[in-house]
């Protein structure tokens, strides 16, 4: 609060700030080394197979996605999901027109006149209530016609060309993977050397030395090993650009101080006092919270942090806290301060009614252009619309009987206008504040005419229950804030620890000296947006793929809640990983399974198991379908191999993901042999058809594409 009061006073030295502030921000956009100024060639945002993605294109995807997310994913989100729906548009695109096949407009139509009939939409149907094709061409005609209109007209708009969009693209993607499937079939051959490979299984003798059993210490890898092993290994080494970065969050957040002065500041609006007025030079009573009877003007004239709800509520509705403090008591009675979910709260009884718990109701809608029913094809003003609803306001109250007929024929809401206007039982909340107390305030069977956002209701009520005790609730608060003296302090710490690490002192070892938590973030990519404990921060990841940025380079950025003080710490280059942890760790177990090999010079498994410190243990029915060595957990590498072996030999060293194994087959059983194998012929035919993903990344692999999403983004 003391910030806002500080932004009353300084409302104009705060605008210049404010601009100052934002030209400087678009200057530094401008002359970012990632700026599209400084990058000439980069025009698009990227390209599939040489077929450009415009930035009018992808702008209007994104568009398409935050339209329809209503503010749930971030923008990153968006982006990223219009680029993946894009790539995979052009990748189809591009195998269609290689194919010589074609999805023409006819197809599309067709598909989404399939689509919407079978959702039996009654928007879309005629007399007889079947649909109407000629409707729907006419809806479509209204969206586009209105686009202009307004933003949720235009987005209305946008939403359907991208749902042609989709059709198209979904129509593409399903005829080139169906041409694709067609050729993946099986044979009875097939599902019988796959019936068999399942279930023959084997009777062993065997001994596991685990590569945990020889210590990490016995074994060396260098460097040149592991340099050599990425090297010749290069496709499962593969690395985007990445960056390690660390942080110090510096969290703003209230004081004890601050929330004692917030809790005052309540206690002090209680009682009536007496204030000095400059307007009338003299002093005048100011009503407080207890005596206020206009509690709205009261909320709004104290700056309640919510506003008031006027709202009854029965006592198992309400909170726990008020409907334990205030339900059973009197008009008038108050409750607090207390401290409810990051607030302080102010709480008065202000009135006491009794009314139902649920309601049963029908309505007839008469919308207008411009409410908040979202249908094109409604060309009725909204003195054109009240004209309407009062005439049959007057015909059904003079003749009851008329409501359900007069429903079913005019009413905008078809759900329930089909069932002659029937909303069913419903319970307070569930409607808009003029519907919900027309039909709790009043009696059964009573009409009478509303006006919502959506329109103007004819509304009869039909049934009521449970009559019992209601309560309004006026409820003043106050959200626990830091004080500008706060805000000050943390700035401060934070703008001196920023200013310590960057003149060269050691970033960990400043934040150990003043009990500061560094907080590491490894294998950051171009393109993420969310840090750590920070959330959403693309600001942070431009800033640590900035060409200018260099490793020990350390910047202070403003958060949400408070300030970050980052460090570069290490760029990681696009090309073969430098991150050597996982090859260090295969190639000390390549060194184990020598190690083990070489100490394994016996002829048999009792003197192997002897040399390894182990014991000789024994497994029946081991296949493919249950690759379990009993007491070591699941082989499916390692049984692989024994399946095929001869019986009463000796094999060593079958080498696993995480040990060697020494076995001797005792006994093969082979599967009691099937009159019919077409059901493992169907299984292994289901198996290949459903490869769409497959097929989808075997293309994309193929593909090239270039993307400039973080040039942009």
């Known amino acids: 609060m003391a910030v806002l009061s500080k932004i009353r006073q300084r409302s104009v030295f705060l605008i210049i700030i404010i601009a100052l502030a934002l030209f400087s921000f678009v200057l530094s956009g401008i002359f970012s080394s990632r700026s599209p100024l400084f990058n000439k060639n980069v025009t698009d945002i990227g390209s599939v197979n040489g077929e ?60 989404i006149v399939n689509q919407i009939k079978a959702q039996n939409n009654p928007m879309f149907q005629n007399e007889l209530g079947m649909f109407d094709e000629e409707k729907l061409k006419e809806y479509i005609a209204n969206l586009k016609e209105s686009a ?124 009536d006092k007496e204030e000095y007025s400059a307007a009338a030079k003299t002093t005048v009573k100011v009503t407080g919270f207890k005596n206020a009877t206009d509690m709205k003007d009261f909320f709004v004239t104290n700056d309640s942090d919510s506003p008031f709800d006027d709202s009854f509520y029965t006592k198992s509705s309400l909170p726990k806290i ?124 009573d009409i009478g005419l509303v006006k919502t956002p959506f329109g103007y209701h004819i509304i009869k009520i039909d049934g009521q229950k449970n009559r019992q005790r209601a309560v309004q609730i006026a409820t003043f608060t106050r959200k626990i804030e830091p004080s500008e003296k706060t805000e000050n302090k943390i700035f401060q710490e934070a703008e001196t620890f920023a200013s310590d690490v960057s003149s060269g002192i050691n970033f960990e070892e400043k934040a150990k000296e003043k009990n500061y938590v560094v907080i590491p973030v490894m294998n950051l990519k171009e393109l993420d947006e969310n840090i750590s404990v920070l959330g959403p921060q693309r600001q942070i990841v431009r800033w640590a793929f900035d060409k200018s940025t260099n490793e020990n380079d350390v910047k202070r950025f403003d958060t949400d809640k408070g300030y970050a003080i980052v460090k570069l710490v290490k760029k990681h280059k696009k090309g073969l990983s430098d991150r050597t942890g996982i090859v260090r760790k295969i190639l000390m177990n390549k060194k184990k399974a020598e190690l083990i ?51 009463n030999k000796l094999v060593k060293n079958i080498e696993g993901q995480r040990g060697v194994a020494f076995v001797m087959v005792t006994k093969k059983n082979t599967a009691t042999p099937l009159g019919n194998y077409q059901a493992g012929k169907n299984a292994e035919e289901r198996k290949l058809k459903n490869k769409n993903v497959q097929i989808y990344n075997a293309i994309k692999d193929n593909s090239e594409i270039e993307d400039n999403r973080a040039t942009f983004y």
């Open 148 to 271: 202009n209109d307004s933003e949720r007209a235009k987005a209305a708009w946008l939403g359907w060309v991208n749902y042609e969009k989709s059709i198209k693209s979904s129509l593409e993607q399903n005829t080139y993977n169906s041409l694709i499937r067609s050729g993946l079939n099986s044979t009875l051959k097939d599902g019988e050397r796959k019936y068999f490979y399942d279930n023959n299984n084997v009777n062993m003798k065997y001994v596991y030395v685990p590569f945990n059993s020889i210590s990490d210490s016995l074994i060396k890898v260098s460097d040149d090993e592991i340099k050599q092993y990425i090297k010749d290994h290069p496709k499962d080494f593969k690395a985007e650009a990445s960056r390690d970065i660390e942080f110090v969050n510096f969290v703003i957040k209230p004081s004890k101080e601050d929330e004692e002065e917030i809790k005052n500041e309540l206690v002090s609006l209680i009682n």
């Open 322 to 445: 008020l409907a334990d403090s205030l339900f059973d008591k009197n008009v008038g009675d108050i409750y607090g301060p207390y401290k409810d979910k990051g607030y302080y709260k102010l709480s008065k009884l202000t009135a006491v009614k009794q009314m139902p718990d649920s309601v049963k109701a029908s309505h007839i809608l008469i919308s207008y252009k411009g409410s908040d029913v979202r249908d094109p094809s409604i060309t009725m003003t909204q003195e054109e619309a009240k004209k309407v609803a009062d005439s049959i306001l007057k015909v059904v109250k003079a003749d009851k009987s008329k409501f359900e007929s007069i429903a079913k024929e005019m009413s905008v809401d078809k759900n329930s206008g089909a069932k002659g206007g029937d909303l069913g039982w419903f319970v307070y909340r569930s409607m808009v504040p003029e519907f919900r107390d027309f039909v709790f305030d009043n009696k059964t069977g």
């Open 52 to 111: 450009p993605i415009s930035r009018e294109e992808f702008a209007q995807q994104v568009e398409y996605y935050r339209n329809n997310s209503n503010g749930k994913i971030s923008q990153m989100q968006q982006v990223n999901s219009a680029w993946n729906n894009l790539v995979r548009e052009k990748i189809y695109k591009t195998q269609l027109e290689k194919s010589g096949i074609v999805v023409g407009e006819q197809d599309v139509w067709n598909a």
């Open 597 to 647: 090999a070489n100490r394994s010079t016996g002829d048999n498994l009792d003197e192997i198991a002897k040399q390894n410190n182990t014991t000789v243990k024994t497994a029946i029915a081991v296949s493919n379908a249950s690759p379990v060595l009993p007491g070591e957990g699941r082989f499916p590498e390692i049984v692989g191999v024994v399946t095929s072996l001869d019986e």
